[in-house]
């Protein structure tokens, strides 16, 4: 039993959320807050002046795990000089622990999956009265209300969920575990939410999917035909999309990126290794060449577009001949930047009942070597643009005083120096000098 406390009767309750992982998270956070701010709560900025903090927290990888768990132990202090303050655990850990999330750490009041979300006002709102302690876990897989977020971070860009879930179990991956199976969401609704988005001035939309391009709704519509009714809305200046799968994409997804003029030319499309063995044990479905297939097509038809990627380090039995070829197809790619990630074992996926055998001064070193040569690469990709003309849509004041940041179509990061009103405009940059993962320039 938790403490009991009167304030909430007499005013609404303030509520924090803090969000680690994705943009699936900062999107499922916007959502949240959406309905906790339609129900009467009101959404505060920092712990100290909350009466309830959630934390929507990521679980693919065990480092995002520990940090949320990390951060909420530091809230003993608290909690011990509030104790009616309200801790809740929401999202992908909060699926993957269920009830086990409290035993972890006995500070946690509620804790609420990735199904449950939506019921989030009517759960706090119970356990501010009764003061007992609420695991909410048994939705997931259900698809979320077509509600969409009304609360939004910014002003400029917008994500928008098209589907959620995965059916690909690669084999490391713990996704469909703690999203479920993967469903489209009604495209009907999709076009609804971004024509709302554009009314509302925002300029550019990041699809969002756990496997985006893999995207199926009623009658046929596919994920080339959502991206052709969102190009024609009024207003929306950009259409961003992610996460790709190779063995979804194809070239007729690289001409729609051509043709259409709002896609912007930015693929995010995972490889993950570039051993064919360690691929064919992450159960991805692909060979490194076949990969490489589609990125000679996304080069030729989409000619200046940019290319990231994932790359898991470690995975087990990865050898140094393994690695050496992940190195390999790096360079050959030539990627524009690339998350790297060391191997953690995630139950209950498949791969965590092989032997973690690669050690974690091995994993270390592995990543901090791709790291290093991904720079280089990110380097001689970022020099060049220098010299060239690009379209910025700028979206705040940078970090230099006087200066602007935006980015290119291909999602690089360029600042320059400008009046703030620019900001959410779209204006043309010459790039004077590049660092990898950085551009400056000056207004054309
Ligand atoms: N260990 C390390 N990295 C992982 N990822 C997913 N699962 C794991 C894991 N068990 C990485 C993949 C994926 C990205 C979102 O996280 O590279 O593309
Ligand atoms: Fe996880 Fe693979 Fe699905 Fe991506 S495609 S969410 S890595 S199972």
């Known amino acids: 039993m938790l403490e009991k406390s009167k304030t909430y009767e007499k005013s609404a309750p303030r509520v924090y959320i803090r969000t680690f992982g994705c943009q699936m998270n900062v999107r499922d956070s916007e959502f949240v807050a959406g309905i906790l701010i339609d129900n009467g709560f009101t959404m505060v900025k920092s712990a100290d ?18 940090r949320v768990f990390g951060n909420i132990g530091q809230l003993k202090h608290l909690k011990r000089k509030r104790p009616e303050l309200v801790i809740g655990l929401i999202g992908c850990t909060a699926q993957a622990y269920k009830e086990k999330a409290i035993e972890r750490s006995p500070l946690i009041d509620i804790v609420c999956g990735t199904g449950d ?49 995965c059916d690909n179990f690669c084999s490391y991956c713990i996704v469909p575990y703690v999203r479920g199976r993967e469903r489209s969401r009604d495209a009907k609704n999709i076009i609804k939410e971004v024509k709302s988005l554009a009314g509302r001035g925002f300029k550019e939309i990041l699809l969002l999917g756990q ?22 809305i009024k207003g929306i200046e950009r259409i961003r999309f992610m996460t790709s799968h190779p063995k979804d994409a194809h070239a007729e997804l690289f001409k729609a990126m051509r043709g259409l003029d ?37 080069r030729r038809i989409v000619p200046g577009g940019s ?41 209950p996926a498949k791969s965590s009942v092989l032997e973690d055998d690669v050690s974690s001064g091995v994993k270390e070193e592995r990543l901090r070597s791709v790291m290093e040569l991904q720079r280089k690469i990110s ?40 009046k703030k009103g620019l900001i959410g405009k779209t204006v043309r940059v010459e790039i004077v000098s590049a660092e990898p993962y950085a551009l400056k320039g000056r207004l054309a």
């Open 379 to 418: 380097a001689g990709r970022s020099e060049k643009v220098v010299g060239t003309l690009v379209e910025v849509l700028v979206e705040g004041p940078g970090r230099k005083p006087g200066d602007l940041a935006g980015r290119t179509r291909s999602n690089k990061n360029v600042s320059f120096e400008g």
């Open 117 to 165: 979300e939506a019921g989030l006002p009517r759960l706090i709102k119970d356990l501010l009265k009764h003061r007992r302690r609420i695991v909410a876990v048994d939705k997931i897989g259900r698809p979320k209300p077509e509600l969409f977020p009304k609360f939004r971070d910014g002003k400029i860009k917008a994500t928008v969920s098209i589907g959620e879930g």
């Open 211 to 232: 496997n985006v391009n893999s995207y199926r709704a009623g009658r046929g519509k596919d994920f080339i035909a959502i991206l052709e009714d969102l190009n024609k």
């Open 307 to 347: 290319i990231t990627t994932d790359i898991i380090v470690g995975f087990p039995t990865e050898s140094e001949r393994d690695f050496k070829k992940t190195c390999a197809l790096l360079e050959k790619v030539g990627f524009d930047s690339a998350y790297t990630f060391k191997y953690s074992p995630r139950p």
């Open 49 to 66: 002046s909350a009466d309830v903090i959630l934390f929507n927290s990521c679980s693919v990888r065990k480092h995002a795990e520990e």
């Open 262 to 298: 709002k896609v912007c030319e930015h693929l995010h499309l995972p490889i993950q290794s570039g051993s064919d063995r360690i691929l064919k044990l992450m159960n991805r479905g692909y060979t490194s060449g076949k990969y490489l297939k589609l990125v000679e097509d996304y």
